[in-house]
């Protein structure tokens, strides 16, 4: 999408008018050559052609702490919310928020407020708690959220209102592509008010499916415990005569999981994502493909994400979920049927497995890579939160921490590309075919 350079504007709640420096405690952790300036630019694209100039006025302003802040430190009361599916890290990023905001910016207070947006409405009788150091000191061994989560929609004055009434200064919201759009709602409301209130967006997502943001945490736990599925599969696959292991991931309009479990693996033999279309039947199909390779290797592995061949399912009413996704019909469960009654008509033998560890591996704590990223991402917020920026939230891109304002990180959905060279990838570790249909 040709997006404008305004497009990558930061909004900003007004002048920053207070000397980072002159506060011992941030003073002690960063010097004059850690503080970031505004124009400090990542470009939001990697190649350019020959001779191109780098277009700065269409790159991200790069994160970290800046010189000038926007609220005094001491007099801040920030709030925390986890919304949408767990995710491992969500305790990294709940315990770094605070770690940051009470011992480095000495903020005066820092609420929780529980389970998602459910918790600022009144009518839920759910009171947010105070962290406090005892609250969060070892919830990063977990897994899920210590503030408890769900889906839905709370209305943005609601919530404004109860930020307003606790005297909050800056939210921070944790949470998916649906998450954020509420976060630029909300952050509407509070510009409609005129109240000086930051939105401060840490992307939250297990499939790796936010725009302009290289890695979400949670995603490296995902990849490595999908992976070892896969192994089990290939044990079961090759235990057996004419064994074949069919696991099912999490990725329900994005791959990101399934693709690099099996580059991760290397035991897969056909992986299957919503990004691509494919058949079972027929010469080309995926059936007659499998048949062929059990003929010749008496063993196969499949791994296919939750959201791919939607398009074979039996036709029906799609119901949507309490944060309006599509509920995506259980196409591990179908392939199993689909597998095993092909065979059996042939009067071929096949033994198949079927493994879904979907909700397994996102109730993980997280593992070293992404407890390191989701600490990082939270650091990151909270300088940017300080300096007054808001109705953004923090990405990695290009190995830069960077600020993307809302609107455009959810403006659309990242997906893989099937002729990048991520899907070579993985088409070279399988040998599948490019095709099969």
Same mark, same amino acid.
Not at 53 to 77: H, I, M, Q, Y
Not at 370 to 393: Q, S
Not at 397 to 411: K, T
């Given at each position: 999408?040709?997006?404008?350079?305004?497009?990558?504007?930061?909004?900003?709640?007004?002048?920053?008018?207070?000397?980072?420096?002159?506060?011992?405690?941030?003073?002690?952790?960063?010097?004059?050559?850690?503080?970031?300036?505004?124009?400090?630019?990542?470009?939001?694209?990697?190649?350019?052609?020959?001779?191109?100039?780098?277009?700065?006025?269409?790159?991200?302003?790069?994160?970290?702490?800046?010189?000038?802040?926007?609220?005094?430190?001491?007099?801040?009361?920030?709030?925390?919310?986890?919304?949408?599916?767990?995710?491992?890290?969500?305790?990294?990023?709940?315990?770094?928020?605070?770690?940051?905001?009470?011992?480095?910016?000495?903020?005066?207070?820092?609420?929780?407020?529980?389970?998602?947006?459910?918790?600022?409405?009144?009518?839920?009788?759910?009171?947010?708690?105070?962290?406090?150091?005892?609250?969060?000191?070892?919830?990063?061994?977990?897994?899920?959220?210590?503030?408890?989560?769900?889906?839905?929609?709370?209305?943005?004055?609601?919530?404004?209102?109860?930020?307003?009434?606790?005297?909050?200064?800056?939210?921070?919201?944790?949470?998916?592509?649906?998450?954020?759009?509420?976060?630029?709602?909300?952050?509407?409301?509070? @510009?409609?008010?005129? $109240?000086? %209130?930051?939105?401060? &967006?840490? /992307? +939250?997502? #297990?499939?790796?499916?936010?725009?302009?943001?290289?890695?979400?945490?949670?995603?490296?736990?995902?990849?490595?415990?999908?992976?070892? @599925?896969?192994?089990? $599969?290939? %044990?079961?696959?090759? &235990?057996? /005569? +004419?064994? #074949?292991?069919?696991?099912?991931?999490?990725?329900?309009?994005?791959?990101?999981?399934?693709?690099?479990?099996?580059?991760?693996?290397?035991?897969?033999?056909?992986?299957? %994502?919503?990004?691509?279309?494919?058949?079972?039947?027929?010469?080309?199909?995926?059936?007659?493909?499998?048949?062929?390779?059990?003929?010749?290797?008496?063993?196969?592995?499949?791994?296919?994400?939750?959201?791919?061949?939607?398009?074979?399912?039996?036709?029906?009413?799609?119901?949507?979920?309490?944060?309006?996704?599509?509920?995506?019909?259980?196409?591990?469960?179908?392939?199993?049927?689909?597998?095993?009654?092909?065979?059996?008509?042939?009067?071929?033998?096949?033994?198949?497995?079927?493994?879904?560890?979907?909700?397994?591996?996102?109730?993980?704590?997280?593992?070293?890579?992404?407890?390191?990223?989701?600490?990082?991402?939270?650091?990151?917020?909270?300088?940017?939160?300080?300096?007054?920026?808001?109705?953004?939230?923090?990405?990695?891109?290009?190995?830069?921490?960077?600020?993307?304002?809302?609107?455009?990180?959810?403006?659309?959905?990242?997906?893989?590309?099937?002729?990048?060279?991520?899907?070579?990838?993985?088409?070279?570790?399988?040998?599948?075919?490019?095709?099969?249909?």
């Amino acid at each position: 999408m040709p997006w404008k350079p305004s497009d990558f504007q930061i909004t900003s709640l007004g002048e920053a008018r207070y000397n980072a420096a002159d506060f011992e405690s941030i003073r002690n952790v960063t010097s004059d050559t850690l503080f970031v300036n505004d124009r400090e630019r990542v470009p939001h694209q990697v190649v350019f052609q020959e001779g191109d100039p780098l277009d700065t006025s269409r790159a991200f302003e790069k994160a970290g702490p800046r010189e000038k802040l926007f609220f005094n430190p001491g007099e801040v009361n920030a709030a925390i919310v986890t919304c949408g599916g767990i995710c491992p890290g969500l305790n990294d990023v709940i315990r770094a928020l605070f770690m940051e905001l009470h011992y480095i910016y000495q903020a005066r207070s820092v609420l929780g407020f529980r389970y998602g947006l459910r918790g600022f409405d009144p009518a839920s009788g759910l009171d947010p708690i105070e962290l406090n150091h005892e609250r969060v000191s070892d919830i990063q061994a977990y897994g899920g959220t210590m503030l408890g989560t769900s889906r839905g929609h709370v209305a943005a004055d609601v919530v404004v209102d109860r930020l307003q009434a606790h005297n909050i200064q800056i939210l921070f919201v944790i949470g998916g592509d649906g998450t954020q759009r509420a976060a630029h709602t909300i952050w509407e409301e509070v @510009a409609r008010r005129g $109240a000086k %209130i930051a939105i401060i &967006g840490v /992307p +939250k997502t #297990i499939d790796n499916d936010i725009n302009y943001v290289y890695k979400t945490f949670g995603f490296d736990t995902a990849v490595s415990f999908a992976r070892d @599925a896969l192994e089990a $599969a290939h %044990i079961e696959a090759k &235990g057996n /005569p +004419k064994g #074949i292991g069919l696991v099912k991931v999490m990725g329900r309009d994005s791959g990101f999981i399934a693709a690099y479990a099996t580059l991760a693996s290397i035991t897969v033999n056909y992986t299957l %994502i919503p990004e691509m279309d494919f058949h079972l039947d027929g010469n080309h199909g995926l059936l007659n493909h499998l048949e062929k390779r059990m003929a010749d290797k008496n063993h196969a592995v499949i791994v296919v994400a939750e959201g791919a061949g939607q398009h074979l399912l039996p036709e029906s009413e799609r119901e949507r979920d309490a944060s309006g996704n599509i509920k995506h019909g259980d196409i591990g469960v179908y392939l199993k049927q689909r597998i095993n009654q092909h065979f059996k008509q042939k009067g071929l033998e096949v033994n198949l497995k079927y493994f879904d560890p979907s909700y397994m591996l996102r109730s993980l704590p997280a593992n070293a890579q992404d407890r390191i990223f989701a600490a990082n991402l939270a650091r990151f917020a909270v300088h940017a939160a300080m300096a007054g920026k808001t109705d953004m939230m923090i990405g990695r891109r290009f190995n830069q921490f960077i600020h993307v304002p809302i609107p455009i990180a959810v403006a659309n959905r990242k997906k893989i590309t099937l002729d990048s060279e991520l899907w070579m990838a993985v088409l070279q570790a399988t040998g599948q075919p490019a095709k099969m249909f």
